[in-house]
């Protein structure tokens, strides 16, 4: 099945600055790579996230990139602000049994931003 | 429009006894999914419906866990009995179908065996 590794674990960085998340995964036929976030006491939720035929999508001061090739793929946010801290989950889908698509998540990286 | 429901938040019970967590998926979403969350880690997928069918159960320790989803709309999750290394958080979500639509998570049901 897929495996998927996200670093760092936790992550501190000071207000307006960059964080950058990465994640690998292993197997090739994943074709979906969403991103979560998940503040404390709630479930994730869905920020971002890119199809595999895409190597880069942005949305305002959040973005994504895939590299296929080398099965990996980025979370960059820029102008970091307070409210941007929480925990953080990568994802790739792929096909699961029965031929549904099934979702494999990271083991997150928790945020903290810096006033 | 009301999001995933789940309750309850939070449930803390002895060893051995059971358990029961409910979920309500948003309104004409046919797909829901059971996640148990550790702390520190990522969701991991229990079971996966089609409507009222299990599609994915592969990973649900059906010695003591057990799901049902009667109707197609609202799920119940049950542990019977729980051990201390069931205490975590267990998700619901629920998508408009299975080919691959936005999931949205609730809000959780964090569970203590003591």
């Known amino acids: 099945g897929e495996n998927v590794e996200q670093h760092p674990s936790t992550l501190s960085v000071q207000e307006g600055d960059s964080a950058v998340i990465k994640c690998t995964y292993s197997?090739?036929?994943?074709?979906?790579f969403p991103w979560y976030k998940q503040e404390l006491g709630k479930g994730p939720q869905l920020i971002i996230d890119?199809?595999?035929?895409?190597g880069e999508k942005k949305d305002q001061r959040i973005a994504v990139t895939l590299n296929k090739t080398a099965k990996h793929f980025s979370l960059h946010i820029t102008e970091t602000q307070p409210e941007d801290s929480a925990v953080y989950f990568c994802?790739?889908?792929?096909?699961?049994?029965?031929?549904?698509?099934?979702?494999?998540f990271g083991i997150g990286t928790k945020l903290q931003v810096i006033p | 429009e009301a999001g995933v429901v789940q309750s309850p938040r939070y449930k803390i019970i002895e060893k051995k006894q059971p358990v029961a967590f409910w979920c309500n998926p948003i309104?004409?979403?046919?797909?829901l999914y059971w996640y148990l969350q550790n702390l520190g880690q990522g969701p991991e997928l229990l079971i996966r419906?089609?409507?009222?069918?299990?599609?994915?159960d592969s990973q649900l320790p059906k010695d003591r866990f057990s799901a049902e989803r009667l109707k197609g709309v609202d799920s119940t999750l049950k542990i019977q009995p729980a051990e201390l290394g069931d205490s975590a958080v267990y998700l619901c979500?629920?998508?408009?179908?299975?080919?691959?639509?936005?999931?949205?998570f609730g809000q959780g049901t964090r569970l203590t065996v003591v």
């Open positions: 979500a629920s998508s408009l179908d299975g080919g691959g639509t936005e999931a949205f």
């Open positions: 197997d090739s036929a994943s074709n979906y």
């Open positions: 890119i199809r595999s035929n895409v």
């Open positions: 994802a790739a889908r792929t096909r699961g049994a029965g031929g549904y698509q099934k979702v494999t």
């Open positions: 309104s004409g979403h046919n797909t």
């Open positions: 419906y089609e409507n009222e069918e299990a599609v994915d």
